[in-house]
Nanobody, 121 residues
Framework: QVQLVESGGGAVQPGGSLRLSCVAS????????MAWFRQAPGKEREGIAL???????MYAESVKGRFTISSDGNANTLYLQMNSLKPEDTAMYYC???????????????WGRGTQVTVSA
């Protein structure tokens, strides 16, 4: 069964850190561009980080310098290290597999179910 399962979300204070994980099954993360998206209440889903083995990762301006995307092909897992978290980072975070090197939703082939991140004092 092809699926992505995220974990690692939770509640954290501003300035804190979290590390999200996304385990893939039924396919290899090395066969796709792998990405993280997020969606805050009342807002559209936005792409924030994109990874493949051969190029520099792509980041949205809103997270550049604070978030780091990485992948472990042996573990078939994608990660998102989030530092210096801000209240505006509060959202549901989704892992995704795409065949298009872009942070747009329309080319995503596989979605995870998401993990909630809440940043508040």
């Amino acid at each position: 069964q092809v699926q992505l399962v995220e974990s690692g979300g939770g509640a954290v204070q501003p300035g804190g850190s979290l590390r999200l994980s996304c385990v893939a099954s039924g396919f290899s993360v090395t066969d796709y561009y792998m990405a993280w998206f997020r969606q805050a209440p009342g807002k559209e889903r936005e792409g924030i980080a994109l990874f493949n083995r051969f190029d520099r990762p792509m980041y949205a301006e809103s997270v550049k310098g604070r978030f780091t995307i990485s992948s472990d092909g042996n573990a078939n897992t994608l990660y998102l290290q989030m530092n210096s978290l801000k209240p505006e980072d509060t959202a549901m975070y989704y892992c995704a597999a795409t065949h298009h090197w872009s942070l747009t939703t329309e080319h995503v082939k596989i979605w995870g179910r998401g993990t909630q991140v809440t940043v508040s004092a």
